[in-house]
């Protein structure tokens, strides 16, 4: 993926940094388009995969719209372009003052996750003359097959409301007056490489909007959420998930209406590829069994395999020697500051190049200042001469 000019680049920037292949970006984006409008599907960026500005407005430039879990992404989206009324925003837990934030931008839809919620944003509307657009998010209690930290639509999850919940749901909105309901939304979970997993989940939107239709209650849309995953083996053979099959599913499997829309959530398979975490090796050491290589970046930056056990392809990419096998770790105070254990990599010394590949998604938007280290900066490719 990284030529020898490219590589030569990285050797005078001051490391670690995330670098980001616009190229790649908008091919993955280009295909995301062609293949959505094929049946009329609206997309939504999920926000919490990469918040950076320049790549938010690169994904807005191809009209998607936001997908938000914060007052703070609900600014940062339409900082970045992003019209309000492609805005959707979940999460289990908004504040008040969230709440106010998107109703005053006129978003399209909250995905409202209990009755209490429902009932506060209908209070809100009210106090400041509006009307709230809202879909309910349902547990379909359908399981994604994924590690379980990001599991969220089986019901032992804090997500979505339940289905023994909706009898006292449509009681909550025959009294909310302020409250438009607009739409079902559905989001299972994140990194489903199992494509039976969205067939699954089409089969039980299908029987829980028959279960609406047959109250006389019809919605203007589905949202089914995101959770495509991406070939973390595979960075360079397959940089691009297969969109063609992903939308193909619900083309097939979902009993859409008609005039009904269907939207999407997707954050890890726009963003993903296109990033790298960049690093610089500091020091080889011995360790009882194993060598170390101990790296200028950490969990910090990349929190994913200390948090999820989450594999990243790890590259030398300034080495050709043959190869040797190391425990590839972090600066950061904790055993868990590890990206790989027994990883073979050609001989690797002080000062080389590591990358840690697919980082774009959920890389630099969950970095922190743990142990007062700074942040990362972006490079990007087509600023690099
Ligand atoms: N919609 C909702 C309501 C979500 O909660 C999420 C992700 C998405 C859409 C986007 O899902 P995606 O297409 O990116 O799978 N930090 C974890 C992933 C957490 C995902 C949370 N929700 C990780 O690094 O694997």
Known sequence: ????????????????????????????????????????????????????????????????????????????????????????????????????????AGIFCFNCESIPEIELINELAEQTNKTARIAIRINPNVDANTHHYITTGIEENKFGINRWEFDSVLETLEKSKNIKLEGLHFHIGSQITDTEVFKGLCIRVNEIQQWFNDRQIFVDHLNVGGGFGIDYDQPDVNPISDFVTYFGIFNQFLDLKPNQQLHFELGRSVVAQCGSLISKVLYIKNGAKTKFAILDAGMTELLRPALYQAYHKIENITSVETEEVYDVVGPICESSDSFGKAVSLPATKRNDLIALRSA??????????????????????DELK
Do not use: W
């Open 360 to 381: 774009g998604a959920y890389g630099e938007t969950m970095a922190s200042r743990y142990n007062l280290r700074d942040i990362a900066e972006s490079i990007f490719s």
């Open 1 to 104: 993926m990284f030529n020898k000019s490219r590589i030569e680049q990285f050797k005078h920037l001051p490391t670690p940094f995330y670098y980001y292949d616009m190229e790649l970006l908008k091919e993955t984006l280009d295909l995301i388009h062609t293949e959505s409008s094929k049946y009329g599907y609206h997309v939504h960026y999920a926000v919490k995969a990469n918040a950076n500005p320049k790549i938010m407005k690169l994904v807005q430039s191809y009209g998607f719209g936001a997908d938000c879990v914060s007052g703070n992404e609900v600014t940062r989206s339409l900082e970045t372009g992003f019209s309000a009324d492609k805005i959707v925003y979940a999460g289990v837990g908004k504040s008040d003052r969230e709440i106010l934030t998107a109703l005053e």
